[in-house]
C-alpha cells in the first residue's frame, strides 16, 4: 500500500445506486477535512489519520463513503495485519486498533452525523489481538540508566552541530528530570518562557511556543539544582526558541514542528 496515494491517483464513479436513485458520491477526505473544520484535533493527529485514509482509500481503489462496507474495513484490517508494516511486514494488533481504524471511523461518522450517510459501517470492526506478553521490567528508566544519561551531558559537546543543538543535548535531559514535562514541550522552549517571579525561576509551557499537553499552558518552577548548573543564564541577551535556529528552515511546519 503507496504512502503517497492521494484521491487524484483514481476515479471514484460519478454516481452510486442507492435503491432505485442514483445518489452523488462523498469523498472519505472531504469527510476527514469537515472533521478537521470542526474538532481541530492536534496536528499530529490529522497527519496520521489523514495518510491511514489515503491508504485504506488505496486498498479500494475508490474514495467514496458510500460505497465502504462493514467487510471492506474488515478486509483492510486483515491485510494490516498481515502486511501492512514496512518491508510488507505484519502491523501489531495494537498499532491497527488505535491507529489505523480509528481515522476511517471518524471520518464516517462525520458522514452520518451530517446525514450524508446513513451508518458507520466502522464501528464494531475491532481487533482482538494477542493478550500482553509478560512486562519483564519497568517501563521507566533505572536510576542507574537515567544516571548514565545525565552524566553524559556533562561531556564537552566536540561535535560540528548547532549551537541550539548542542544546548538541547545539554539540557533537555535535566528538564525533563526535573519537571516531568514532555521532550516536545522543552525542545520547543524560548528564551522568553524563562522568567524570574520575584526569587523563583520559572519555565512557561504554552501552546503559543507549540503542542503541549491538554492544549493548555502552565508555568513549572525549576529546581535549584538547575540554577546551580546555570541554566537560567543561558536565556541572557536571547529570545525565540533556545533549541532549534528557525532561520535554517529544515521543513519545519505545524504537522511536522521543527522543534
Not at 55 to 60: E, H, N, T, V, W
Not at 145 to 161: C, F, P, S, W, Y
Request: hydrophobic content about 35%; aromatic content about 6%; overall charge positive.
Amino acid at each position: 500500500m503507496d504512502e503517497m496515494f492521494s484521491a487524484e491517483h483514481f476515479v471514484v464513479d460519478a454516481q452510486t445506486r442507492e435503491g432505485n436513485e442514483l445518489v452523488a458520491p462523498v469523498s472519505l477526505l472531504m469527510l476527514f477535512d469537515e472533521y478537521v473544520a470542526e474538532r481541530k484535533p492536534a496536528p499530529a493527529t490529522v497527519k496520521a489519520f489523514g495518510r491511514q485514509l489515503r491508504r485504506f482509500s488505496a486498498f479500494l481503489q475508490h474514495d467514496d463513503a458510500r460505497k465502504v462496507s462493514k467487510q471492506d474495513v474488515d478486509r483492510w484490517k486483515g491485510e494490516l495485519l498481515e502486511r501492512g508494516g514496512k518491508g510488507g511486514l505484519p502491523l501489531n494488533p495494537k498499532t491497527v486498533r488505535v491507529t489505523y481504524l480509528p481515522a476511517i471511523r471518524v471520518a464516517l461518522q462525520r458522514g452520518v452525523d451530517s446525514g450524508v450517510l446513513n451508518e458507520n459501517v466502522a464501528k464494531g470492526v475491532g481487533v482482538l489481538g494477542k493478550k500482553k506478553t509478560p512486562r519483564l521490567r519497568s517501563p521507566s528508566l533505572s536510576d542507574e540508566e537515567a544516571l548514565k544519561i545525565l552524566r553524559a551531558t556533562l561531556v564537552a559537546d566536540t561535535t560540528r552541530t548547532s549551537p541550539q543543538r548542542k544546548l538541547a543535548k545539554r539540557w533537555v535531559p535535566w528538564l525533563c528530570a526535573y519537571t516531568g514535562a514532555r521532550v516536545n514541550e522543552l525542545t520547543q522552549l524560548r528564551a522568553e518562557d524563562v522568567t524570574q517571579d520575584g526569587a523563583i525561576w520559572t519555565i512557561r509551557i504554552t501552546p503559543e511556543a507549540g503542542s503541549t499537553k491538554n492544549h493548555e499552558a502552565r508555568v513549572v518552577a525549576l529546581h535549584p539544582h538547575l540554577l546551580e548548573q546555570g541554566f537560567h543564564k543561558i536565556v541572557a541577551d536571547k529570545s525565540g526558541p533556545l533549541f532549534y535556529n528557525p532561520a535554517d528552515k529544515r521543513g519545519g511546519s505545524e504537522q511536522n514542528p521543527h522543534s
